[in-house]
């Protein structure tokens, strides 16, 4: 073939073929763009604006479902491209096919891994800045993606876990949190004097500027809850900001210390009473107590 037929070749392939495949790129890039614009648009009215949690997880899902979008219109593309550079589809999908089942029997983990992920995402459990407890480890979540979640614990060490490994979420700093007490006084001790102090502090912690804006409500007292070997135990809780809960709980507690020994409340230790038992006539074995003994 000589060079004029060549490139009479040539030209009669690209006014066919090559227009062909540079409508199918223009129509890809187009679609891509348009379902990107649909994403961010539906992403953007469930989310509120206002609302730096609903924004992290806008956000998050945004990423996600623009890169399976964008892999998605590629991989049409492709195969379109292929046909018309005369490439045979079917021999190529039936290797894909073969291939993919290879690689799902091989990589069942993974998939998990991906399923769960993506799932997680979409019920918007876990978040970064989150705290959590997942399969058996908890901590602050610092990365969340499709395969696994990056969690560090208050002693610094770091957790990966695969999404496919979670079975149970517990996220204790989702929209607020809230910090759990549990009481105790002595038995001599007047309740509703008790509860009184406990608003008390909870009144002064709470117009502190120091905690003020961390502190969502007013303490709940839910009242006498039990009695303890040594102790009466009153349950009451606070609502704060998430992850703010250990703070002021500790706070809280400091304040309450003080408070009690000022209205000299006792916070008991635990008492143990002897029982030297008796026989049948009613009579016990005399307990000898003095200096000897105490030193025994």
């Known amino acids: 073939m000589d060079i004029e037929g060549y490139l009479e070749e040539i030209g009669g392939w690209v006014i066919t073929s090559g227009l062909q495949i540079l409508l199918v790129i223009v129509v890809m890039l187009v679609v891509s763009k348009v379902l990107h614009i649909a994403v961010n648009r539906a992403i953007g009215r469930v989310a509120k604006s206002d609302d730096a949690e609903q924004k992290k997880r806008a ?3 945004r990423s996600t479902i623009n890169s399976l979008v964008s892999v998605a219109v590629f991989t049409v593309a492709l195969v379109v491209v292929l046909g018309q550079l005369g490439i045979e589809i079917g021999p190529i999908l039936a290797a894909a096919g073969v291939l993919g089942l290879a690689v799902g029997f091989g990589a069942q983990t993974l998939v998990a891994d991906l399923i769960s992920g993506f799932f997680i995402l979409l019920d918007d459990q876990i978040r970064v800045g989150d705290v959590v407890e997942i399969a058996g480890k908890g901590g602050l979540v610092e990365k969340v993606n499709l395969r696994m979640i990056t969690l560090r614990d208050l002693a610094g060490n770091v957790h990966f876990v695969r999404n496919g490994s979670i079975g149970t979420v517990t996220n204790m700093t989702k ?3 809230r910090y759990v007490f549990d009481i105790g006084v002595a038995y001599r001790e007047n309740v509703d004097e008790v509860i009184d102090v406990i608003r008390i502090v909870d009144e002064a912690l709470r117009s502190d500027p120091t905690y003020s804006d961390s502190i969502l409500e007013p303490i709940e007292i839910l009242g006498l809850d039990a009695f ?12 704060t900001r998430p992850i703010k809960q250990w703070e002021v ?3 809280f507690n ?6 009690f020994d000022a209205r000299g409340i006792e916070i008991p230790f635990p008492h143990v009473t002897l029982y030297m038992g008796q026989d049948k006539s009613g009579d016990a ?3 000898r107590v003095g200096r000897d003994t105490a030193r025994a």
């Open 249 to 251: 709980g500790r706070e």
């Open 59 to 61: 956000d998050t899902m």
């Open 285 to 287: 074995p005399v307990l």
């Open 175 to 177: 929209e607020y949190s």
């Open 228 to 239: 303890a070997d040594s102790a009466v135990i009153v349950k009451a809780r606070t609502k």
């Open 254 to 259: 400091r304040r309450l210390k003080k408070a």
